[in-house]
């Protein structure tokens, strides 16, 4: 049977789901509930082409498993055939797969659990060294934010499965690694992070860009939306005018508490959100609260009230670095309405990536403070890169997109940072002006 593109398109809600895969048709709607990546991953694309995303989420992609859901195919007319720049993007993939780019490096992940128990040994010895010493507890609580921060590129590893390349052993290990040790749900980034994959700076999907009321990257946000990651609509009301009106000055502010709303999105997703009914719920709550008995008891060694809030203060801004880390690898990049795929004929995966995220410029000395999220656009374009091979991987990016005429966006990361302030200053500036208008518009009514 063959059926048109907007044929298929009718299709594209979780109870009446097709896909296209290499022009042809699969309805996936009883896979929707058991699919590993999250059931939003294939919601959020229903009705439309997702073959680039099928490659790109999949290591070694089995079109066999397919088959039972197989419905069809495209008419004759409207299929598509593979592209330069996606054959160009594929050949690159198989060449990194004969250099083991997408095998695991323990050595690496020593090294950098050598530098996270080290900082751990400097945030005890401190916090007992003199408890009672102003210097002791800041000196403590720096080292414990930044090993947050590394530990938090080791999650992010594991979740994506390129520490050990085993689902199944990442997946406990980000048990100990992000829910015991850091508080943050395993379960919850995935959700979270996939969606940002899948959708990257979509102000109607993409997580990684909702932070209404108190930030938008968007004057698309100044009308309240629907969220469909938070399946809800996202409200721009007063509260949401004020800090949006000052969000260039509260940004770091914000960067700096951010982690305080992962332990409570940690929580929600497991208690009363769409991990409430995973078999995974009790192992995920128990390890968070593994985290919070500790954290507990290493606290009671502060001495008091004000040094204990000082030190979850310091601590938390430091480890908010990654937060920052996170935002200016997008913030300042394009943002598009819908799915951004749609927005391109062809390559729209791939090139919707290059839109909307930078790579931050960095000495390979610094490598371990970026934690690989410098090498973003890579990342986003082959997520299962182990994390010690992105660096040769920018270089061969960067010539795929000169051969194609494609722009490759990287810079420092003092600018990265200056252009997210300057992206939610303009942002700020499109608020007033839009209100100047609506006032302009009552007086002449």
Same mark, same amino acid.
């Given at each position: ?28 709607? +009883? ?30 992609? +089995? ?132 969606? !940002? !994959? ?49 969000? !260039? ?79 200016? +690898? ?32 960095? !000495? ?82």
């Amino acid at each position: 049977m063959s059926f048109t593109r907007k044929e298929v398109s009718q299709h594209k809600v979780k109870n009446d789901c097709w896909i296209v895969i290499k022009n042809k048709v699969y309805d996936v709607t +009883n896979w929707i509930p058991k699919h590993p990546g999250g059931p939003t991953m294939i919601s959020n694309l229903g009705g439309q082409d997702c073959t680039e995303e099928f490659k790109v989420f999949h290591l070694k992609p +089995n079109f066999n498993r397919l088959k039972p859901f197989y419905k069809g195919e495209i008419v004759e007319a409207e299929r598509k055939h593979q592209t330069a720049l996606s054959k160009d993007i594929e050949l690159l993939q198989r060449d990194l797969e004969k250099l083991g780019a997408f095998k695991p490096d323990y050595w690496f992940y020593v090294n950098r659990g050598s530098i996270v128990a080290a900082l751990f040994a400097v945030c005890l010895y401190f916090i007992q060294f003199s408890p009672t010493s102003l210097a002791s507890c800041l000196i403590s609580a720096v080292a414990l934010g930044i090993m947050w921060q590394q530990l938090a590129f080791i999650g992010h590893d594991l979740g994506h499965h390129v520490v050990t390349h085993n689902k199944a052993l990442d997946d406990n290990l980000s048990l100990f690694v992000g829910n015991a040790i850091q508080g943050i749900s395993l379960e919850w980034w995935k959700h979270n992070h996939n969606t !940002h !994959h899948s959708l990257t700076n979509s102000v109607n999907y993409d997580p990684d860009i909702q932070h209404l009321p108190f930030m938008a990257v968007s004057k698309v946000y100044f009308k309240s939306l629907f969220s469909h990651y938070y399946n809800r609509i996202m409200k721009f009301d007063g509260a949401a005018e004020y800090f949006i009106s000052i969000q !260039h000055y509260m940004f770091y502010p914000i960067m700096s508490l951010a982690r305080f709303n992962l332990y409570a999105q940690s929580f929600i997703h497991n208690i009363i959100g769409p991990g409430s009914q995973s078999p995974k719920r009790n192992a995920e709550l128990l390890t968070l609260t593994i985290f919070w008995c500790w954290l507990s008891y290493l606290l009671s060694f502060t001495g008091s009230f004000s040094n204990g809030l000082l030190f979850m203060l310091v601590s938390h801004a430091v480890a908010g670095l990654v937060h920052v880390q996170i935002c200016i +690898n997008h913030f300042s990049m394009e943002v598009f309405d819908g799915v951004p795929q749609r927005a391109f004929e062809d390559d729209g995966y791939v090139r919707s990536q290059l839109e909307s995220t930078t790579d931050i410029d960095c !000495h390979p000395l610094m490598d371990w403070f970026h934690g690989g999220l410098q090498f973003q656009i890579e990342h986003h374009i082959y997520p299962h890169l182990t994390r010690s091979s992105l660096r040769y991987v920018q270089v061969e990016i960067k010539k795929i997109c000169a051969k194609h005429g494609l722009t490759y966006y990287s810079k420092p990361f003092f600018q990265a940072n200056f252009d997210v302030l300057k992206k939610l200053y303009d942002t700020s500036k499109e608020l007033k002006l839009s209100e100047m208008i609506i006032d302009g518009m009552n007086m002449h009514g």
